[in-house]
């Protein structure tokens, strides 16, 4: 008989093994990943029709996402649309976003305001960290609007909103009805 542990209760088999990785796989893809980048701001038109948008490049290989890698561009009134539809539509709590910067829109300030590339910069950085916070999120990956966010080159603002279906999953029930239907409950 084997003697018990501290508490009494039956002696365990050790949970890992002595095998130590190698270098395969210490430098194996990730089992699941989603990186987002923000980058290349640019700067477009003159005057009061000026603006800067941002280029958001998407790399993953979680079922969820239909493209593997996406580019898409997007300016700061893309990411306020965002982050609403997410407040409005799904459980969680979705992270503030960078502020709109009001008083570098003031007339008469003696530099670039909105458009000097520092604060372009530190708009960039913050708006990265917003968008990685949500899409890192699972229940968040599940949402249309985040997909449409990443993936769409234009924003159709009069989608419906819901959650994606993924394809393995809706596989998986498929098989499990079948299964299920197939299982017949015999009395003896």
């Not at 502020?99 to 305001?113: H, I, M």
Request: hydrophobic fraction near 35%; include cysteine; aromatic fraction near 10%.
């Amino acid at each position: 008989m084997s003697s018990g542990g501290a508490t009494g209760g039956p002696k365990t088999d050790r949970l890992f093994t002595d095998k130590k990785q190698n270098l395969d796989d210490a430098y194996a893809a990730p089992s699941d990943f989603l990186e987002i980048d923000i980058i290349h701001p640019e700067t477009h038109g003159l005057g009061k029709n000026r603006y800067s948008d941002y280029e958001v490049l998407m790399r993953t290989n979680i079922p969820i996402f239909k493209m593997k890698e996406s580019s898409v561009r997007r300016r700061y009134s893309d990411f306020e649309w965002l982050k609403g539809e997410l407040e409005r539509d799904s459980k969680i709590l979705v992270p503030p976003l960078p502020g709109k910067a009001l008083a570098r829109q003031l007339p008469f300030r003696g530099d670039d305001g909105l458009f000097e590339p520092a604060f372009i910069e530190a708009r960039r950085t913050a708006l990265e960290d917003f968008v990685n916070k949500i899409a890192g999120h699972p229940l968040a990956q599940n949402e249309r609007c985040l997909h449409m966010f990443l993936q769409e080159p234009i924003i159709d603002k009069n989608y419906i909103p819901g959650k994606i279906k993924c394809a393995f999953d809706m596989i998986v029930k498929c098989c499990l009805f079948s299964l299920l239907s197939s299982y017949r409950v015999t009395s003896h």
